[in-house]
């Protein structure tokens, strides 16, 4: 057993993370994979404040969590690996980690990108990683909690090309 | 005087500042602002740094958030390092009314002190507070 779930999501370490998926897959481990949150004191222990008990949480680089997952660190633990973009997740991929599937929970709307669904909105760079992944083989649903029905990635890209054809075509 | 924000998930911070107000009547320097599913920290970023602007008082500002480690709290920590504040976690009504009644008298950390006093002492079983008295 090593990672269980590897999750995409802007607000990384919140309650639907931990109330949802540390709960449902009782994970033991957490690790956010993030640069800027590895560098930062503040961001790191805040999120240590967020984490129940009994649950290790570990801030690293998107590299060093690569390595450690590729090495099997984690092995013999209920991990779950946040990343707060599908940049990172892919970036996690190409540095080595054995990704076969990515819970896709939530990228929130900001401008310059189009809403998919409520909890998902994605720009040109979030569709072309989630793209690349998808061509490395690797599974991506789209879930904010366990028991929500999940929705295939791929089919939700090409609602969002449709969308945004329609975006760049609106006079400004 | 202190002023008060509260921020919460959903519409949860307004209902409480609506019905606090419905009980110790209408406050000058409270704000209550919400998360929704599809809000990007961002645009609660945003929204914080305009109700600071607004309601900046140099006796400082008490704010109030749901959960501890949920997004409210998160963002209220990353954004008040450095400003003359204190975080109140598990708001409730109670703790609500107490800051604005107390809010007048008390500096600010004593003022996040006895609102958690309070907000404590109102978690209760009243059934077994009633038995003790034998009733």
């Not at chain 1, 640069?35 to 404040?49: H, I, N, W």
Request: proline share 3%.
């Amino acid at each position: 057993m090593g990672v269980s779930l590897l999750r995409i999501d802007d607000r990384l370490v919140h309650g639907q993370v931990i109330e949802g998926w540390v709960k449902s897959l009782r994970v033991t481990w957490l690790i956010v994979a993030s640069d800027s949150v590895a560098a930062d004191d503040t961001q790191r222990a805040l999120y240590c404040l967020a984490v129940p008990h009994g649950i290790r949480l570990e801030c690293l680089s998107v590299v060093e969590a690569a390595q450690r997952w590729r090495e099997g660190c984690w092995n013999g633990q209920k991990t779950l690996v946040l990343v707060s973009n599908p940049r990172d997740a892919f970036r996690l991929y190409e540095a080595g980690a054995p990704i076969t599937s990515v819970n896709v929970g939530g990228l929130h709307f900001r401008e310059g990108r189009v809403q998919v669904l409520k909890a998902l909105s994605l720009d040109e760079t979030d569709v072309r990683d989630l793209k690349d992944l998808a061509e490395k083989g690797v599974l991506l649903e789209a879930r904010p909690l366990p028991l929500d029905e999940p929705v295939d990635v791929v089919a939700l890209i090409a609602r969002w090309q449709v969308e945004h054809e329609a975006m760049k075509e609106q006079p400004r | 005087m202190i002023s008060v924000i509260v921020v919460t998930h959903g519409q949860f911070g307004q209902e409480l500042v609506r019905t606090a107000e419905n009980i110790v009547g209408r406050q000058e320097g409270v704000v209550a602002l919400g998360i929704t599913p599809e809000m990007g920290i961002e645009t609660l970023a945003k929204a914080l740094d305009e109700t600071l602007v607004k309601l900046k008082s140099e006796q400082g500002v008490l704010f109030f958030v749901d959960m501890l480690g949920g997004t409210p709290c998160n963002t209220v920590l990353l954004k008040t390092k450095n400003l003359l504040s204190e975080v109140v976690t598990g708001v409730n009504l109670y703790m609500l009314i107490s800051s604005l009644t107390h809010r007048s008298e008390l500096n600010l950390r004593d003022l996040a002190l006895k609102v958690c006093e309070d907000g404590r002492k109102a978690i209760a079983l009243p059934k077994d507070l009633l038995a003790q008295r034998g009733a």
